[in-house]
């Protein structure tokens, strides 16, 4: 463990009186920009996606959902991303959740899907010159005719994912700068040389290739292999731990941690963005970082929850958070921009700590400096070996085209974690430069921004409206002719994918439907389940009344359910426990203790067919449970020992189509 030395904070201290000659024992940086310049920066950004992270965002009411999107992308506001980097759905669940792809099937295409083309598009109304990034962590299951590796066939995913590429521009006009291979997984050298031609083949020549989104061991095969490194433009990997590998280096192209973070965002996790925000440059020469994930949309007690730069999950209630992440970025964002350049020296501070230089050639100079303590500033992965940080005094001599500078603006962060008073992205009295100079002190667990750029602000908006726990009393109709988009509000798909529908043929009241729409199972990136299901609720629900209409649209085989504590999602969705009131086509029912099936609590006859709607009425109370089929009792006084809580869910017994109409929840 770190020692930390804590700093007593005075009214001096923050006065920042800098003076002409060094503080007693003062270290000296040098930055200079005359022996050229180190290698471009690229920018910092955030990840919607993998998976469906940003589920909840797309719910909020105005003005609170454009008052979240400007905290992160409007410029000199809040994080004022450089880089958006997003999920191509392949109907399968990515960590907390499904998305939809724009091809279910070989014969189908909608770019209208989801919700990631309408939050580039949000982005970029923003700021226009955020660079777009997408990446496939699924593919559905035509892709590879049904096995569970996307290069079976490498001239057909080249087709799938140049249309998404060719989709963004023809249906939303956006230009999508960089792709990806196929997160965290193998990569394969045939597919990325035949997804470089048909891309070219397209007019997709501009879209740029990163590879291969998961360790550094790519590089390996590029320094021998020239046909492959002249496919490949950037090389991305996750969660380096600032370091990158010596062939990574040797092959001369931009280094990417092109995902970090993934920490949950209190001030321990703001702790760690800073401190790979510099570090992954200066011990890794990794010229742009990532986040996983962009913002926490999405239930909490999904996998990962609270991930995020920021927290935005309670669409209901209008409630979101403002963490110390976002803050963190605008040190860096808000006086930077991709194109600008590094100088050559930065590096460690003698006393713990780090420092980087950035310029835009033409006299424009930021300084940030951090100095996180071991302690405060554990990133979730990789493990951080022990090192020390000190206070300490520092002077940075100018020197070149800065010697001219004569005084920067100054932004200043302090974590406090023993009185929980921190001071976030605060802007501070100018620095006189003397001759060149100037010095500072510096304490522990702090960042500094010193810049010439004048243009920074903390952003504010009125306060939101406060915590409010998801509604007991829940009705949802599904009656919405043009829905803004594919997905009900707060339903969120944990395996398949659950679309408004219209019902053409029904000659009766469901024509405005919810329909499960994958038929077979995808290529899946995490441990899907068998079985569709999408969630809803309050995780804590213990006594629920759950109503709705569904329709088995495959006979014989087919099945639905509906459920009440359902205890788990994400990339555990295969384990997830709770009650579950299966109906089928065959003219049975079961009562199950899990997703999958197996702890069978009841069963019998009920009649039920497929093409045929019917109601199912499931009642939780304490630990017992009853059901309606139809408003008639099916079975009764069935023994639930456990969960105590949980989600409510719809689903299917698997890959299937299927309806639901006019669900309602009551709990308490």
């Known amino acids: ?25 003062a270290a000296i940086y040098r ?40 905290y992160l992308f409007k410029p000199n506001f809040g994080a004022s991303l450089h880089i958006l980097k997003v999920e191509i759905g392949g109907d399968a669940q990515t960590t907390d959740g499904t998305e939809p792809s724009h091809m279910h099937y070989e014969d189908d295409d909608n770019y209208f899907r989801g919700y990631e083309w309408w939050l580039m598009k949000e982005a970029k109304k923003r700021n226009p010159n955020i660079k777009l990034v997408a990446l496939p962590w699924a593919f559905p299951a035509w892709i590879s005719g049904g096995e569970n590796w996307p290069y079976v066939y490498p001239d057909r995913t080249a087709f799938y994912i140049s249309s998404w590429i060719h989709g963004a521009k023809l249906y939303h006009n956006l230009d999508i700068d960089y792709v990806g291979i196929w997160n965290e997984r ?26 291969a989104d998961g360790k550094w061991g790519i590089a390996n095969d590029l320094i021998v292999d020239p046909c492959l490194s002249d496919a490949v433009e950037i090389i991305g990997a996750h969660y380096p731990g600032t370091v990158s590998s010596s062939n990574a280096r040797k092959t001369g192209k931009k280094l990417w941690s092109s995902e970090d973070y993934s920490t949950v965002n209190n001030d321990i996790g703001g702790g760690c963005w800073a401190r790979i925000l510099n570090q992954n440059y200066v011990n890794g020469n990794i010229t742009s970082t990532i986040a996983w994930n962009l913002l926490a949309s999405y239930y909490k007690e999904l996998p990962f929850g609270q991930d995020g730069l920021m927290t935005a999950d309670e669409p209901w209630s209008g409630h979101y958070e403002v963490q110390s992440p976002i803050w963190i970025t605008a040190h860096t964002t808000q006086f930077t921009q991709p194109g600008w350049h590094y100088l050559k020296n930065v590096g460690h501070l003698k006393k713990g700590g ?9 006299g424009n100079l930021t300084i940030i400096v951090e100095t996180m303590s071991h302690d405060h500033s554990v990133c979730i992965r990789p493990p951080l070996l022990p090192f020390k940080v000190f206070q300490q005094n520092v002077t940075f001599q100018l020197r070149g085209s800065f010697k001219q500078i004569e005084t920067l603006k100054v932004w200043y962060t302090k974590f406090d974690f023993f009185k929980n008073s921190s001071k976030f992205f605060s802007q501070h009295s100018d620095i006189k430069v003397v001759n060149g100079a100037f010095s500072m002190p510096v304490g522990v667990d702090e960042i500094w921004t010193m810049t010439t750029i004048s243009t920074g602000k903390r952003g504010t908006v009125p306060q939101p409206p406060p ?30 994918v659950f679309e408004y529908f219209i019902n053409y043929n029904d000659p009766g009241d469901h024509v405005f439907t919810l329909r499960q729409v994958v038929t077979e199972r995808p290529i899946t990136w ?70 999958p099936g197996k702890t069978v609590l009841a069963s019998g006859k009920s009649g039920t067919r497929a093409w045929k709607w019917h109601t199912l009425t499931l009642r939780i109370q304490g630990d017992s449970a009853y059901g309606l089929l139809n408003g008639y009792p099916l079975w009764k006084d069935v023994r639930v020992a456990h969960p105590q809580n949980g989600w409510a869910a719809i689903g299917t017994g698997g890959f299937e189509l299927a309806q639901f109409d006019n669900f309602h929840v009551q709990a308490g």
């Open 354 to 362: 780090s420092y980087v230089a950035l310029t835009d050639g033409k």
């Open 526 to 595: 995490a441990s899907d389940a068998d079985q569709t299901i999408s969630v809803i609720g309050d995780y804590k629900w213990q006594d629920v009344n759950i109503t709705c209409d569904v329709l088995i649209e495959t006979a014989n085989t087919g099945g639905v359910f509906i459920a009440g504590r359902v205890n788990k999602g994400g990339e555990l969705i295969r384990h997830a426990e709770g009650l579950y009131y299966w109906i089928f086509a065959d003219g049975k029912y079961k009562v199950t203790n899990d997703l």
């Open 31 to 70: 930055l200079d920009d005359k022996p050229g310049l180190g290698p471009e920066f690229d920018g910092i950004g955030g990840l919607s996606g993998g998976g469906a992270t940003s589920r909840l965002l797309v719910n909020y009411q105005e003005p609170y959902r454009s008052q979240i999107l400007d």
């Open 467 to 496: 915590s409010r726990s998801f509604p007991k009393d829940y009705k949802d109709d599904f009656n919405v002719k043009i829905p803004p988009f594919s997905e009900a509000p707060n339903f969120a798909d944990q395996t398949g």
């Open 186 to 211: 193998s990569y394969d050298r045939k597919y990325i040389m035949v997804l470089r031609q048909t891309l070219d083949k397209v007019g997709l020549k501009n879209v740029g290739i990163i590879a």
């Open 1 to 25: 463990r770190g020692h930390v030395t804590r700093v007593p904070v005075m009214a001096a201290r923050l006065l920042l009186c800098f003076a002409l000659s060094p503080l007693a024992a």
